[in-house]
Structure formats: structure tokens, C-alpha cells
């Protein structure tokens, strides 16, 4: 089993600062890409914000500049701080990451998902 869970997020407003956490825990042979997601009201999915093995980090351009991703030695956290934040960044954020466990003696690789945790920016 394993599991991400967020935390962090709330009511700002704008101009305001948010730090996000993901705690990553479980069974785990191997973590790769680690992500941050988001999700609007009526939009699909979006990339914010990725560390990619064995480590080039990579922002959507929206948030380039405000928004910095970061990991513990061991990644057992994701973080997501997020500065100068404007209304359209109010969406539920997801973190996922790229994990192997073994399963009867075999390495099973897939991508998992924390259940979000939202976000608004309003005065």
C-alpha cells in the first residue's frame, strides 16, 4: 500500500503565500518523477510544477517564478511553496509520483495520487 496525502492548503488572498506538503509513505522500492497537479472548477488536469529523475525540475509557465517544488533526501515529502499568489491559482491541488513496489516478487511500477487538497485565492 501506498500513500500520499496533502496538506496545507486554505483561503488567501491575493499576493499571499501557501506552502504545501505531501507525505509520501508505504511499501516502496524506488520514487521517480515527483509532481504537482491542479484542477479547476470546470478545467482538466494540469501540470504545475515536476521534479524529474534524476532531478531537472520543470514549472508550467503560469507559475514560473512564484511557485518552487521541493523534495527530502529520502522523499518521503513533497512540497509546493507558492508566492504571490493570484486568483487563478485557486483550484484543488494534487501531488503524484512515479513508484515501484513489489508485488509477489515482482516490481510493479505505476503513478499514484494523494485525494487533493484545495486552494483559493480571494480577498
Known amino acids: 500500500q501506498v500513500h500520499l496525502v496533502e496538506s496545507g492548503g486554505g483561503l488567501v488572498q491575493p499576493g499571499g503565500s501557501l506552502r504545501l506538503s505531501c507525505a509520501i509513505s508505504?511499501?516502496?522500492?524506488?520514487?521517480?518523477?515527483m509532481s504537482w497537479y491542479r484542477q479547476a472548477p470546470g478545467d482538466q488536469r494540469e501540470l504545475v510544477a515536476v521534479?524529474?529523475?534524476?532531478?531537472?525540475?520543470r514549472y508550467a509557465a503560469t507559475v514560473e517564478g512564484r511557485f518552487t517544488i521541493s523534495t527530502n533526501y529520502a522523499k518521503t515529502t513533497l512540497d509546493l511553496q507558492m508566492n504571490s499568489l493570484k486568483p487563478e491559482d485557486t483550484a484543488v491541488y494534487y501531488c503524484?509520483?512515479?513508484?515501484?513496489?513489489?508485488?509477489?516478487?515482482?516490481?510493479?511500477?505505476?503513478?499514484?495520487w494523494g485525494q487533493g487538497t484545495q486552494v483559493t485565492v480571494s480577498s
Open positions: 503524484s509520483a512515479d513508484i515501484t513496489t513489489i508485488i509477489a516478487g515482482a516490481k510493479d511500477r505505476k503513478n499514484y
Open positions: 508505504g511499501v516502496i522500492a524506488g520514487i521517480y518523477d
Open positions: 521534479i524529474e529523475t534524476p532531478g531537472t525540475i
